[in-house]
């Protein structure tokens, strides 16, 4: 199995500001997910994060918004930009299964951010 | 495109009583399929998962959930309910050899004493 170390685990910012959330994994993966719950929805996959790579962005998200960072196999930054009340949601982080064929995804607690 | 989806957003019932949490999915060939819990405030947790082989999965809590290619479904049942399994119940899937998972909206399980 993986750990996964999301910080914040909370957070109250206000409009136009930038939050920066940090994954932190206690082994080596090759790919990070980054998803975005809002408030009785479902999880939303927002990119794609691999290491020595630019992050790949689903459809709807653009990386101006949200610019994401993997400089190693255990680290991430998701960052969310000029942020607005439609921003509040939970941002968790993935990884992708540590033995490939197990295809359990890890995530960690989660970040709730509200924007005021 | 692969999507799921999940019939009902809240499901009651009473401790002891049968738990069933609806999903269907959406693809072109069976995909891999799975069932996640998310307790309040906690990230989410695996309760089981069909990759290959017994259509009758068996998951942690006592939770199981049958594959049926036929019906395109991945149900999630538990015999007796428990207070301690109010969570809300995601089913997601992922194509052969993982990549991205693709969720259902959720069912929300309360349970009454």
């Not at chain 1, 653009?62 to 939970?90: A, C, G």
């Not at chain 1, 990884?95 to 490939?100: G, H, T």
């Not at chain 2, 947790?45 to 017994?54: E, H, P, S, V």
């Amino acid at each position: 199995s993986a750990v996964i170390s999301q910080k914040p685990s909370r957070d109250i910012c206000q409009r136009g500001t930038s939050l920066t959330i940090q994954c932190q994994v206690d082994s080596q993966v090759t790919m990070m997910f980054w998803y975005r719950q809002q408030p009785g929805q479902s999880l939303t996959l927002i990119a794609t994060a691999n290491q020595g790579s630019e992050a790949t962005y689903e459809s709807g998200f653009v990386i101006d918004k949200f610019p994401i960072s993997r400089p190693n196999l255990t680290f991430s930054t998701l960052t969310v930009s000029n942020m607005s009340p439609e921003d509040s949601s939970i941002y968790l982080c993935s990884v992708e299964p540590a033995e490939r064929q197990s295809f359990e995804a890890f995530f960690g607690q989660g970040t709730r951010l509200t924007v005021v | 495109a692969q999507s799921v989806t999940q019939l009902g957003s809240h499901v009651s019932v009473s401790e002891g009583a049968l738990v069933l949490l609806r999903c269907n999915y959406s693809s072109s060939v069976p995909p891999y399929l799975f069932w996640y819990v998310q307790y309040p405030n906690q990230g989410l947790q695996l309760l089981l998962k069909y990759t290959t082989g017994a259509t009758l999965v068996k998951g942690i809590n006592g939770f199981e959930a049958e594959f049926k290619k036929s019906e395109t479904s991945f149900h999630l049942t538990k015999p007796s309910a428990h207070m301690s399994d109010a969570a809300e119940y995601f089913c997601a899937v992922t194509p052969r050899g993982f990549q991205k998972l693709v969720f259902g909206t959720g069912t929300r399980l309360l349970v009454s004493p």
